[in-house]
Protein backbone atom coordinates (compact mmCIF):
# COMPACT_ATOMS: atom_id res chain seq x y z
CA UNK A 1 0.00 0.00 0.00
CA UNK A 2 1.73 3.04 -0.79
CA UNK A 3 2.25 6.41 1.52
CA UNK A 4 -0.62 8.17 -0.20
CA UNK A 5 -3.41 5.51 0.18
CA UNK A 6 -2.38 5.08 3.90
CA UNK A 7 -2.75 9.16 4.53
CA UNK A 8 -6.38 8.76 3.04
CA UNK A 9 -7.32 5.54 4.43
CA UNK A 10 -6.10 7.24 8.62
CA UNK A 11 -7.73 10.38 7.46
CA UNK A 12 -10.78 8.19 6.82
CA UNK A 13 -10.78 6.81 9.86
CA UNK A 14 -9.96 10.10 11.86
CA UNK A 15 -13.02 11.89 10.68
CA UNK A 16 -15.19 8.44 11.31
CA UNK A 17 -14.16 8.60 15.26
CA UNK A 18 -14.13 12.03 15.60
CA UNK A 19 -18.09 11.98 14.02
CA UNK A 20 -19.22 9.97 16.90
CA UNK A 21 -17.36 11.97 19.80
CA UNK A 22 -18.90 15.89 18.08
CA UNK A 23 -22.32 13.43 17.50
CA UNK A 24 -22.19 12.69 21.32
CA UNK A 25 -21.31 16.34 22.97
CA UNK A 26 -24.64 18.48 21.86
CA UNK A 27 -26.28 15.50 23.60
CA UNK A 28 -27.98 15.79 27.42
CA UNK A 29 -25.15 13.92 29.65
CA UNK A 30 -26.13 11.62 32.50
CA UNK A 31 -23.95 11.68 35.26
CA UNK A 32 -24.05 10.21 38.64
CA UNK A 33 -22.54 12.74 41.56
CA UNK A 34 -20.84 9.95 43.19
CA UNK A 35 -20.52 9.75 46.06
CA UNK A 36 -21.80 13.15 46.89
CA UNK A 37 -25.20 11.90 45.53
CA UNK A 38 -26.36 8.26 46.55
CA UNK A 39 -26.27 5.94 43.24
CA UNK A 40 -29.19 4.23 41.78
CA UNK A 41 -29.07 0.56 41.93
CA UNK A 42 -31.61 -2.27 40.07
CA UNK A 43 -33.61 -4.28 42.76
CA UNK A 44 -31.39 -7.00 41.00
CA UNK A 45 -28.07 -6.07 41.44
CA UNK A 46 -25.95 -8.32 43.09
CA UNK A 47 -23.47 -6.89 45.77
CA UNK A 48 -21.70 -7.88 48.65
CA UNK A 49 -24.15 -10.62 50.18
CA UNK A 50 -26.23 -11.02 52.99
CA UNK A 51 -26.46 -13.83 56.01
CA UNK A 52 -30.03 -13.62 57.55
CA UNK A 53 -31.50 -14.42 61.01
CA UNK A 54 -35.34 -15.68 61.41
CA UNK A 55 -37.98 -13.19 62.89
CA UNK A 56 -36.50 -14.15 66.55
CA UNK A 57 -32.91 -13.05 65.41
CA UNK A 58 -31.34 -16.62 64.79
CA UNK A 59 -29.36 -17.24 61.76
CA UNK A 60 -30.65 -19.50 58.98
CA UNK A 61 -27.33 -21.05 58.22
CA UNK A 62 -27.43 -24.37 58.97
CA UNK A 63 -23.92 -25.16 58.25
CA UNK A 64 -24.75 -27.57 54.43
CA UNK A 65 -21.90 -26.47 52.36
CA UNK A 66 -24.18 -26.17 49.70
CA UNK A 67 -23.50 -23.01 48.71
CA UNK A 68 -19.49 -23.30 49.19
CA UNK A 69 -20.26 -26.02 46.73
CA UNK A 70 -22.24 -24.54 44.42
CA UNK A 71 -19.38 -21.74 43.61
CA UNK A 72 -17.22 -21.71 40.94
CA UNK A 73 -14.73 -19.32 42.39
CA UNK A 74 -14.06 -21.85 45.59
CA UNK A 75 -14.23 -18.68 47.49
CA UNK A 76 -16.80 -19.62 50.62
CA UNK A 77 -15.27 -21.25 53.58
CA UNK A 78 -17.94 -22.73 55.91
CA UNK A 79 -16.67 -24.22 59.10
CA UNK A 80 -19.78 -26.13 61.17
CA UNK A 81 -20.66 -26.58 64.56
CA UNK A 82 -23.12 -27.46 66.93
CA UNK A 83 -25.56 -25.97 68.72
CA UNK A 84 -27.64 -28.24 71.30
CA UNK A 85 -29.18 -25.54 73.16
CA UNK A 86 -33.15 -25.11 73.34
CA UNK A 87 -33.93 -22.54 70.17
CA UNK A 88 -34.63 -19.81 72.77
CA UNK A 89 -30.96 -19.69 73.54
CA UNK A 90 -28.80 -20.85 70.53
CA UNK A 91 -27.07 -18.87 67.50
CA UNK A 92 -29.06 -20.43 64.43
CA UNK A 93 -32.68 -22.09 63.85
CA UNK A 94 -30.93 -25.13 64.20
CA UNK A 95 -28.43 -27.15 65.86
CA UNK A 96 -26.15 -27.07 63.59
CA UNK A 97 -25.03 -23.56 62.53
CA UNK A 98 -22.01 -22.02 60.75
CA UNK A 99 -19.42 -21.35 63.45
CA UNK A 100 -17.18 -19.61 60.52
CA UNK A 101 -18.51 -17.81 57.46
CA UNK A 102 -16.34 -16.09 55.37
CA UNK A 103 -16.65 -15.35 51.47
CA UNK A 104 -13.02 -13.90 49.50
CA UNK A 105 -14.20 -10.93 47.54
CA UNK A 106 -10.79 -11.33 45.92
CA UNK A 107 -12.57 -14.12 44.23
CA UNK A 108 -16.41 -13.92 44.29
CA UNK A 109 -17.38 -13.32 40.75
CA UNK A 110 -20.94 -12.27 41.99
CA UNK A 111 -22.57 -15.33 40.16
CA UNK A 112 -25.47 -15.70 42.86
CA UNK A 113 -24.79 -19.61 42.70
CA UNK A 114 -24.48 -19.58 46.47
CA UNK A 115 -27.68 -17.81 46.53
CA UNK A 116 -29.43 -20.56 43.89
CA UNK A 117 -28.32 -22.95 46.00
CA UNK A 118 -28.74 -21.98 49.82
CA UNK A 119 -31.73 -24.22 50.70
CA UNK A 120 -32.52 -22.19 53.75
CA UNK A 121 -32.79 -18.68 51.92
CA UNK A 122 -30.03 -17.91 54.28
CA UNK A 123 -27.74 -15.89 51.98
CA UNK A 124 -28.85 -13.33 49.32
CA UNK A 125 -26.81 -10.89 47.63
CA UNK A 126 -27.42 -6.98 49.83
CA UNK A 127 -26.58 -3.95 47.58
CA UNK A 128 -23.35 -2.42 48.97
CA UNK A 129 -20.60 -2.37 45.80
CA UNK A 130 -18.41 -0.25 48.16
CA UNK A 131 -15.88 -3.17 48.10
CA UNK A 132 -12.42 -1.49 47.20
CA UNK A 133 -9.56 -1.78 49.59
CA UNK A 134 -5.89 -1.34 49.36
CA UNK A 135 -5.08 -4.51 51.13
CA UNK A 136 -6.08 -7.95 49.98
CA UNK A 137 -6.32 -9.41 52.87
CA UNK A 138 -9.43 -6.88 53.81
CA UNK A 139 -11.19 -8.70 50.98
CA UNK A 140 -11.78 -11.72 53.28
CA UNK A 141 -15.42 -11.11 55.02
CA UNK A 142 -16.30 -12.93 57.56
CA UNK A 143 -19.50 -13.87 59.40
CA UNK A 144 -19.92 -10.51 61.25
CA UNK A 145 -19.15 -8.35 57.83
CA UNK A 146 -22.04 -10.41 56.12
CA UNK A 147 -24.79 -11.03 59.02
CA UNK A 148 -27.30 -8.93 58.34
CA UNK A 149 -28.15 -7.73 61.74
CA UNK A 150 -24.09 -6.27 61.73
CA UNK A 151 -23.40 -5.35 58.27
CA UNK A 152 -22.73 -1.47 57.93
CA UNK A 153 -25.14 -0.36 54.99
CA UNK A 154 -23.31 2.66 52.97
CA UNK A 155 -25.41 5.81 52.63
CA UNK A 156 -24.20 6.15 49.08
CA UNK A 157 -26.73 4.04 47.12
CA UNK A 158 -30.15 3.58 46.69
CA UNK A 159 -32.32 0.65 45.28
CA UNK A 160 -34.48 1.71 41.97
CA UNK A 161 -38.64 1.23 42.21
CA UNK A 162 -39.37 -1.93 40.86
CA UNK A 163 -40.51 0.48 37.30
CA UNK A 164 -37.53 2.60 37.72
CA UNK A 165 -35.45 2.27 35.17
CA UNK A 166 -31.97 3.09 36.14
CA UNK A 167 -29.59 1.34 33.01
CA UNK A 168 -27.69 4.14 31.29
CA UNK A 169 -27.92 2.25 28.27
CA UNK A 170 -31.50 2.22 28.25
CA UNK A 171 -31.44 5.63 28.90
CA UNK A 172 -32.11 8.30 26.26
CA UNK A 173 -29.34 10.75 26.36
S1 LIG B 1 -21.60 -15.13 44.10
FE1 LIG B 1 -20.71 -16.88 42.97
S2 LIG B 1 -18.50 -16.62 43.18
FE2 LIG B 1 -19.46 -15.32 44.76
S3 LIG B 1 -19.56 -16.58 46.60
FE3 LIG B 1 -21.51 -16.86 45.51
S4 LIG B 1 -21.21 -18.69 44.19
FE4 LIG B 1 -19.18 -17.95 44.85
S1 LIG C 1 -25.79 -20.26 53.44
FE1 LIG C 1 -27.38 -21.75 52.90
S2 LIG C 1 -26.37 -23.17 51.47
FE2 LIG C 1 -24.74 -22.05 52.55
S3 LIG C 1 -24.19 -23.38 54.27
FE3 LIG C 1 -25.74 -21.88 55.01
S4 LIG C 1 -27.72 -22.94 54.76
FE4 LIG C 1 -26.23 -24.08 53.53
Known amino acids: MSI ?11 IKGMSVTFSKIPKEKWTVQYPDEPVTVQPRYRGQ ?48 YAAVYNIDYGRCIFCGFCVEACPKDAITHGY ?12 LKTKDDLLITK ?14 DVDSEYKVV
Open 128 to 139: NFELSVYNRADL
Open 49 to 96: HLLHVDENGKEKCVACFLCAAACPSDCIYIVAADDPRPYEERIGVDNR
Open 151 to 164: QKQSPNYRVAWADE
Open 4 to 14: ISDIVESTKAI
